[in-house]
């Protein structure tokens, strides 16, 4: 292996909460990243590795996905979760045409901006909300740099009519929710008549709480969104073109997040980061 991420969900499974653990003994977490090959063949005959945070790792070619050389290592390390996510997430649930405009919280984590930077090459206006915080405003500067419509935080939209916020913006169709709680109350505000919200994620740990009077006068539709259930469906053939058509976008600028690079050796460093104990930081790669 070459490098991997931390992703929430890997430490989900590292925590025994995920609903996919993976066996026991000898569990390795990690569910990406990008490799070199050393050998290949009927001889290569070691039992299967489950993760990706090891150096070498054996696995049968059908998982396997070759990228061209001149791929930043750490977006290739990076590209099937995250990026994918928010390219499945906008195509999958609402037809979206350009000018049409969606609505997510949890906007800087590295799918909020790739829905951001996807959602523009298609001519799709966003609007951000974002947990208030010290460095918001700077935080609110990247994003819009990023290429989004509007960005607030929570306090900001603590108003009795968030719509009022919109400008000239259509009312969003689709929204994406991956805190729960006050944040995912706002998405619903938010939605326009027959709107639909699709869950990924719960970050704040708290209940998606929907009024009755959502249902019957707007006649939301809530939805949820899964990538490991999607990648195990008849739809997962399309991935790899998904995959060469992310990093693409990443070669020609138009789809790029911060991460930081962390040796192996600084694993523990880099899983605490990962967890929150040094403040906002970027998203943590190991390099092998």
Known sequence: MLAAPINPSDINRVEGVYPVRPP???????????????????AVAAPLSPGTWQTYIVKHESVWHKVRSDVPMEYAATVTVNPLTALRMLQDFVKLNPGDTI??????SIVGQCVIQLAKVHGIHTINIIRDRPGSE?????????????????????????KSMLGALPEPALGFNCVGGNAASLILKFLRQGGTM?????????????????????DLSLRGFWLQKWMN??????????????????????????????????????????LGKHGSQPKQVLRF
């Open 24 to 42: 026991l003994p000898g569990a390795v977490a990690g569910y990406e990243g990008v490799g070199q090959v050393h050998a290949l063949g009927p």
């Open 103 to 108: 609505v997510q919280n949890g906007a800087t």
């Open 138 to 162: 700077e935080a609110k500067d990247k994003l819009k740099q990023l290429g989004a419509d509007e960005v607030f935080t929570e306090t900001q939209l603590d108003i009795k009519n968030v």
């Open 198 to 218: 699709v869950t990924y994620g719960g970050m704040s740990k708290k209940p998606v709480t929907v009024p009755t009077s959502y249902f019957i006068f707007k």
């Open 233 to 274: 469906s008849d739809k997962a053939d399309d991935c790899r073109a998904m995959i060469d058509y992310l990093l693409g976008l990443v070669q020609e600028g138009k789809l790029k997040y911060e991460m930081e690079m962390s040796p192996f050796s600084e694993f523990s460093l880099a899983l605490d980061k990962a």
